[in-house]
Nanobody, 125 residues
């Protein structure tokens, strides 16, 4: 069983930066593909970024590519999302997720079998 706890959300002005963290416990962190998803009010949960277990492969939604960076520290069992040049449309609850099964499309929420509770990110214009 994997437990995930996000932190680092908050309120920032457009153009600012935030770094989200996701602390993992249980399971073998370095074996799991990890991802960040977000859900804005009234919208479906959407893919943001993903990273392989080793950290050697990453992927991003087109809406965040070039502004967000996903990374992980397997020694600390922690996943990160560095968010720069934030826009009001980035406002959402951000969730980290783990895929311990080793299969499934990396940008689909259904591929991830463990989820954190989420952290609110609000960007003011």
């Amino acid at each position: 069983q994997v437990q995930l706890v996000e932190s680092g959300g908050g309120l920032v002005q457009a153009g600012g930066s935030l770094r989200l963290s996701c602390a993992a416990s249980g399971g073998t962190f370095s074996s799991n593909r990890m991802g960040w998803f977000r859900q804005a009010p009234g919208k479906e949960r959407e893919f943001v970024a993903t990273i392989s277990g080793s950290g050697g492969s990453t992927g991003y939604a087109s809406s965040v590519k070039g502004r967000f960076t996903i990374s992980r520290d397997n020694a600390k069992n922690t996943l990160y999302l560095q968010m720069n040049s934030l826009k009001p449309e980035d406002t959402a609850v951000y969730y980290c997720a783990a895929n311990s099964r080793g299969w499934g499309r990396r940008d689909l929420s259904a591929s991830y079998n463990y989820w954190g509770q989420g952290t609110q990110v609000t960007i003011s214009s």
